[in-house]
């Protein structure tokens, strides 16, 4: 399954948090790296005002990977923990945040995973990296439910 996935980090060397976990999603299991968008420093958004001055870095990374969605998820998570993902305050400051936006198509709502993620359209901290990709892969990675209205990512 093709698996879209953002990162983004806004605490300590937030360059080698990104690098880190890329390398680690990589490791796991019959996963594997496809291409990954260059990094992105963007402001925080939705966040408590005193964390606005925290920039993120942000990156969106594709991979192919022939674990169960559910499974390719709980360990997103654990990569996170293992990184220092402290999760204290609601959209507070964070080593790593690592979203699955998007798993070979998959619809699913449940308590631990929603797919595809409901508000990447919406952040263009996510869509302006998977466009990049998409530029210079010469591929289409964006699957329809991440189309904008008028069809074009």
Do not use: W
């Amino acid at each position: 399954m093709r698996a879209i996935v953002s990162l983004g980090s806004n605490l300590g060397d937030r360059r080698a948090n990104l690098s880190r976990a890329i390398e680690l999603l990589s490791a796991m299991p019959c996963t594997e790296l496809v291409a990954a968008s260059s990094i992105l420093e963007t402001e925080p958004q939705d966040v408590p005002h005193e964390f606005l001055d925290l920039k993120f870095l942000n990156q969106v990374a594709i991979f192919e990977s022939s674990l169960a969605a559910e499974e390719f998820s709980r360990r997103m998570h654990a990569i996170e923990e293992h990184l220092g993902r402290v999760r204290t305050v609601r959209n507070g400051p964070r080593t790593i945040d690592i979203d699955l936006i998007d798993y070979g198509g998959i619809v699913m709502n449940t308590p631990e995973l929603t797919l595809p993620h409901p508000r990447a359209k919406e952040r263009e901290f996510v869509m302006m990296p998977l466009r990049e990709i998409e530029k210079v892969e010469k591929i289409s990675f964006c699957p329809k439910s991440l189309l904008t209205a008028e069809g074009e990512v």
